[in-house]
C-alpha cells in the first residue's frame, strides 16, 4: 500500500497545478490567485506575484516529495529490510509537509489579500468581495463576486496520507501475527502474568 500511496502522491507534484484558487466570477481580469505547496501567484493588482518564503519552500517542499517517494518505491520492493518501516514513515513525514506548506502558501495568500484590500475571499464557493476592486483591466470593481476552490490535488494528498498510514497499520499488524507466531518453545516456558 505504501507504493500505492506514492503512485497518488505522484499526481501531488508541481506539474498537478494549484491546490487552491481563487477567480474573479463575473470576469477573469478582476484577480487570480493560485495557491500550491510549490508556489503562490497572485495576479491582482496592487499585489506582489509572490512572498518572499514561498520560492525556498517549495523548492525544499518538491526535494522532500522526491526522496520520499523514492523511498517508498523502494521499502515497496525491498519489504524484507530493516528501513523499509523507516522510509514509510519519512513517506508519511513528507506529505505532512506538503499540506503544511500549503498552509503557510494558502496564509501568505490571504495576509496579502488582507493588507491590499482588506478582506477576505470565500475559503470555497462564490461571495462577493465587501470592497472596490482594481482589477487587472484597471477597471473600478464595486463588490465584485469572486469564486474559490480547492482542487483535486488537494483531496488526493489526503487519499496518499490515508495509503501509507494504511500501510502501516496492515505492516504492524502482520507483524504482530509473526511474532506471536514465533514464540514457539520459549512460549512453552514462560507465563504471562494478566
Avoid at 42 to 52: C, E, K, P, R, V
Avoid at 157 to 183: M, P, Q, Y
Wanted: hydrophobic fraction near 45%; proline fraction near 5%; charged fraction near 10%.
Amino acid at each position: 500500500m505504501a507504493l500505492l500511496g506514492a503512485v497518488v502522491a505522484l499526481f501531488l507534484g508541481p506539474a498537478s497545478g494549484p491546490w487552491w484558487t481563487v477567480t474573479g466570477d463575473e470576469t477573469s481580469k478582476l484577480l487570480s490567485i493560485q495557491v500550491s505547496p510549490f508556489y503562490l501567484q497572485a495576479d491582482a493588482t496592487g499585489l506582489s506575484t509572490s512572498t518572499f518564503f514561498s520560492v525556498p519552500l517549495g523548492s525544499f517542499t518538491s526535494i522532500l516529495l522526491i526522496i520520499s517517494l523514492i523511498a517508498l518505491g523502494a521499502s515497496s520492493f525491498h519489504r524484507g529490510t530493516g528501513w523499509g518501516k523507516l522510509a514509510v514513515y519519512f513517506g508519511l513525514c513528507s506529505i505532512t509537509e506538503l499540506y503544511l506548506s500549503f498552509l503557510l502558501m494558502y496564509h501568505g495568500a490571504l495576509t496579502m489579500l488582507l493588507g491590499a484590500y482588506g478582506i477576505l475571499p470565500p475559503y470555497f464557493g462564490t461571495s462577493r468581495l465587501l470592497a472596490n476592486v482594481v482589477g487587472l483591466d484597471l477597471n473600478n470593481h464595486p463588490n465584485p463576486p469572486v469564486s474559490a476552490s480547492f482542487n483535486l490535488p488537494f483531496y488526493l494528498g489526503f487519499l496518499s496520507i490515508g495509503l501509507i498510514a494504511t500501510s502501516l497499520i496492515v505492516n504492524d499488524i502482520a507483524e504482530r501475527r509473526e511474532t506471536h507466531e514465533k514464540r514457539g518453545v520459549g512460549a512453552i516456558f514462560t507465563t504471562d502474568s494478566e
